[in-house]
């Protein structure tokens, strides 16, 4: 049972131009919501997160947003940069611990 | 610090062969993970070790999965019988505390069971 689910499994930009990553969660508990990027032949890395207590969190260029009564975040990337193409995982738990539901990932282009 | 060691970083073998995959999380790192990550599910935490005790192993999809830490230093992930559907990357990563952004991964381990 995928809890945390992101359909989109690839998405490519223009450089420059904003990129918008979905992920939609089933399980309303949950409260902690993370965003982990990959390249290849590499372990993910942690990049930003969301407590439920708010809806946006911003990061430089990455900004995470969460509509609760969706179920639904997104993480923004503005502007997208070439070196920003990997896969990107979006990640919940109840509460800020150990115990993670992650999604498929997404894995984005950015075109110079 | 080399970061999480894991090995091989690659492994082909046949149905019903026995594999380990083998971890070194960073020194001083209490905690340990270990990860699979396929292309229908994503990526799956199986089990995880605080201070190399087992915590939460609901995760491990069978009995034909076990893990191990016999020190901070190293830990093992078995697979005795392997199978095709177990064809994955399997990720180790160690954090210094419970939080999730303290996480660090390895590179990961490629199995592929023929």
Redesign the interface.
Known sequence: D?Q?K?NSPSLSVQEGRISILNCDYTNSMFD?F?WYKKYP??????LI?ISSIKDKNEDGRFTVFLNKSAKHLSLHIVPSQPGDSAVY?C?A?LG??????????TRLTVKP | DAG?IQSPRHEVTEMGQEVTLRCKPISGHD?L?WYRQT???????LI?FNNNVPI?DSGMPEDRFSAKMPNASFSTLKIQPSEPRDSAVY?C?S?PG???????????TRLLVL
Do not use: K
């Not at chain 1, 032949?41 to 942690?46: H, L, S």
């Not at chain 1, 800020?96 to 990932?105: I, K, L």
């Open positions: 995928q945390v992101q902690y993370l032949a590499e372990g993910p890395t942690f997160s995982f990640a738990s800020n611990n150990n115990d993670m539901r992650f999604g498929a990932g | 999480v905690y993970f292309m229908m599910r994503g990526l799956e935490l995880y939460d990720f990563a954090s419970p939080f999730q952004e303290t996480q660090y991964f390895g590179p990961g």
